[in-house]
């Protein structure tokens, strides 16, 4: 437990560490089997993070206009805006602009749970927009990729749908009823105290640990063209800016501080986790948009751990 303390805290270099040990594995040794992994480390990603959630939250009733404010940049701005910009950089990577795309259609993650308390938002909105826009890109996510992509690549829908039953669907009802037994076995004041916070650490070592496979197999790739970190590095940051001054204004606008941080992280946190699981098993050519992938991971975390600290400054307490 003290290990994966050490990971959480430091998430930056294990992410780093766990990239160049994938390079240098990849590069020297034959890494092939390593893809029968990716299947159960997204699982162990996924279900720790699902036991922190609050489902009873789902039975109160929300804020509808920032609800619907979140899944319309979420499934309908955010979507598109990655498609034109994975167009303009990646014409003729068709590979990378589905990366892109799997990027701006899977939004939240339990991560935009954590940032929001850091921040001092609303929490139970952010923890709605969480469970909506899972179960909402669980949906969507086939039909849009079909829609944007389907004339430039074969889109396996039943495996799609397999896999986001896999790590959305089985992970969501086994970690409402492993909630369920240990709030009745130790209590709710203890599962909340106690036993909770260790889930998450469970969920950021399986972080560090798939994008290390994903980087593996791919590592030949990565070492013959170094020159494309920079290559996707640039569209990532105008990505990730646009949504941030983007969401940051629908948020001042229209909602007050602790909404308006909800929105935000509801909304600039996207669920790279699913995005690479979906990119691994569901399109076995696409090994070069795990990379988008990584490097999205390391983006993320630095943009979201700047916007808690001038959120303070962007949202005046009320």
Known sequence: MRLLRIIKKHLIISIFASITLGIIVGNYFDVSSLKNLILPLTFMLVYPMKVTLDFSMLLEKPNYKLQLSAQILNFVLFPLLAFVIGFIFFKDETYIRLGLLLIGLLPTSGMTISWTVMAKGNIHEAIRMVIIGLLIGAIVTPFYI?????????????????QIMVVIFIPLILAYITQKVLIKK?????FHKKIKPVFPL???????????VAISLKAKILVSNPEIVLEILLPLMLFYLTMFIVSTLVARVFFN????????NGTLIRNLSLSLAIILSAFPDAGIAALLIAVAY???????????KISKYIFKSN
Do not use: C, H, K
């Not at 079909?146 to 397999?162: C, N, R, T």
């Not at 130790?186 to 203890?190: A, G, P």
């Not at 501080?257 to 935000?264: F, K, N, P, Q, T």
């Open 146 to 162: 079909e829609f944007y992509l389907g004339s430039e690549v074969d889109i396996p829908i039943g495996q799609i749908f397999m």
């Open 202 to 212: 469970f969920s950021t070592l399986g972080v560090v640990l798939i994008l290390f």
């Open 186 to 190: 130790y209590s709710y004041e203890v």
């Open 298 to 308: 390391v983006l993320q975390v630095q943009i979201a751990a700047w916007n808690v």
């Open 257 to 264: 501080r602790e909404d308006g941080i909800a929105l935000v």
